[in-house]
């Protein structure tokens, strides 16, 4: 026992200060100190008048790190999304092909706004897909089904944070025949997929080649998008397909898998450094994937794709023609669409309610504010604010904009670039950091192995194992509980020692009743401020009168 003591006296100390530098610096990287030391601003509302009413829309990275920030006293917030849960999106990629389950890329947001209803004076959140925003009467209307049980909010601030959704370009068969790779709900559909498609071949196969073709088609997958979303995919169904497919399945399978990244531009990973795009690029390459540049789709079929060479936009008549003769059709098993992103309906109707002639997002001002409205803010996606819809600036405008309302001041929102990762797997990626004023000397880059990149020099490049390694414990650090950061990395160890999940998901599942409206307020009660009324209407098609169920929030 003497010993035990001993050690425990001696270990105590040192696990302390470990737990408490590594909360300090999660704490420092995430820009959350004022979660622990809440700013005392003069001109925040009144505590002693009625709480001022904050709709947000949307549960994406914008959304919620507005949430936290502006969660304060005399503040009534309530959260409207038809996703129930914050997705983790660096993460799809890698619960696509079973690397982690989904539940450890998503976060319940019933959790998060419990935790917001502990500092504000409620928080609520209504499963319900905001359809139009009436900016005279500051209203916001919202469906909770496509049955049209109707919602109407009041507001005093609007954050408009709906994100963004997959962009088509128009192209025939996308919408139709692509998988896509925004929601939880796509990776499911990607990951089952691919199995399915995996069984089948295996069947198949015991026919020798009789399905030679069939099963070829089979194992073709097809990803379109060249940034990072798209490079991680590739990389980690190239691991999957070496390591996973081969394991369960074996090498008559895994090695006839055919990997095509498709990109229109001239190379990858356009917001790298070329440098870090070519080590993605032959990284890809070595790992199997058939990487085509300058190389876009024409037309999508189930099972088919046309692929062309691709043409800038003032390309001539006679460059179009050249690329239509060269257009060729390949048969796949699956396309993954990771192409390009464009605005919500709501976004562009209220855009299109404003004058704006540019429908790819709202138009704010420098402080975010969108241009001839009061009260009403857009960030992430949903804004055209000059800045790349990333994760790392949604989240950024989402703190400001907290931080505005919680605070009552509306200031210039400045970004704070700190770099661009992409994994690679094969614990391999792909890190472009800007380095502090003056740090480019330090030691520790070069002891890195960190090249000096960018346009200015102020950038250190890292690739291989220190780039994987930061690549997961950044994006480890930005999880929003303790209980995802548990899960995702029993997630990451179970991979590594037992390999990847390669069991089918159940996507359609018997259908469970619904509470009309799904609303939670502080203290796990429901919201005070939501009443019901029953209108009686009669419908055009009908002679029998219906009564059609309203709901008024505040």
């Known amino acids: 026992m003497g010993l035990m003591d001993f050690t425990l006296k001696r270990l105590a100390p040192a696990a302390g200060a470990t737990a408490l530098t590594a909360f300090c610096g999660i704490t420092t990287l995430n820009d959350d100190w004022d979660d622990y030391f809440p700013s005392s601003n003069t001109n925040a509302s009144s505590s002693q008048g009625p709480p001022e009413k904050i709709v947000i829309l949307g549960s994406g990275w914008a ?41 450890s890329a998503c976060e319940p947001l019933r959790a998060l706004v419990e935790s917001a209803a502990s500092k504000a004076t409620s928080a609520t959140f209504v499963r319900a897909d905001a359809r139009e925003v009436d900016i005279l009467n500051k209203k916001v209307y919202a469906t909770t ?13 609007l954050v408009i944070a709906v994100g963004a959704q997959p962009n088509t370009f128009g192209i025939p068969g996308v919408q139709e025949h692509a998988l896509f790779l925004k929601e939880a709900e796509d990776s499911a559909k990607l990951h089952a997929k691919l199995l ?84 993605a690029r032959d990284h890809l390459i070595s790992k199997g994937v058939d990487v085509r540049t300058g190389t876009a789709v024409t037309y999508v079929e189930r099972g088919d794709v046309t692929l062309a060479p691709s043409t ?25 669409w990771a192409a390009g992103i464009g605005a919500r309906p709501l976004v562009k109707k209220l855009a299109k309610s404003l004058g704006q002639t540019d429908m790819r997002g709202l138009q704010v ?67 472009q950091l800007l380095a502090p004023s003056g740090s480019a000397q330090f030691n520790v880059w070069d002891a890195l192995g960190a090249q000096q990149v960018g346009k200015n020099g102020d950038e250190r490049a890292l ?20 209980s995802s950061r548990i899960s995702l990395g029993s997630d990451w160890i179970r991979a590594q020692i037992n390999g990847r999940d390669v069991v089918e998901p159940v996507l359609q ?46």
């Open 63 to 103: 959304a919620l790190s507005a949430l936290r920030k502006c969660a304060s006293p005399n503040k009534s917030i309530v959260v409207v999304s038809p996703r129930p849960h914050f997705l983790y999106t660096p993460l799809l990629a890698s619960s696509s092909v079973g690397t982690i389950t989904l539940r």
């Open 145 to 157: 089904d496509s049955d049209g049980m109707a919602l109407e909010l009041s507001y005093d601030k």
């Open 196 to 279: 399915s498609n995996l069984e089948k071949a295996a069947a198949l196969n015991h026919q020798g080649n009789k399905y030679k073709a069939e099963i070829d088609r089979l194992l073709k997958i097809v990803v379109v998008g060249g940034g990072p979303t798209g490079v991680e995919l590739a990389a980690e169904l190239a691991d999957f397909a070496h390591n996973d497919v081969a394991k369960r399945y074996g090498t008559d399978i895994s090695d006839r898998i055919q990997i095509v990244l498709v990109e229109a531009l001239p190379r990858i990973l356009g917001p790298f450094d070329e440098h870090l795009a070519n080590v």
């Open 312 to 336: 800038p936009r003032n390309a001539t008549k006679e460059q179009k023609e050249a690329a239509t003769a060269n257009a060729r059709s390949e048969e796949m098993g699956a396309l993954v």
């Open 365 to 431: 001002d420098e402080t975010l504010k969108v241009k001839g409205t009061n009260g009403v803010y857009a960030i992430g996606d949903a804004a055209l604010s000059g800045f790349a819809p990333t994760a790392q600036v949604a989240a950024q405008q989402g703190k400001h904009i907290g931080r505005a309302i919680r605070d009552g001041v509306d200031s210039k929102f400045e970004y704070n670039h700190t770099g661009s990762l992409c994994c690679l797997g094969s614990d391999n990626g792909i890190a």
């Open 463 to 482: 690739t291989g194992a220190p780039a994987f390694v930061l690549w997961r414990s950044l994006y480890w650090t930005k999880l929003m509980s303790t």
């Open 509 to 554: 599942r018997t259908a469970t009743l619904k509470p009309i409206v799904e609303s939670m307020g502080t203290e796990l009660k429901r919201n005070n401020t939501i009443r019901l009324v029953n209108e009686s209407k009669t419908l055009a098609t009908d002679s029998a009168e219906k009564k059609k169920k309203r709901f008024w929030l505040f």
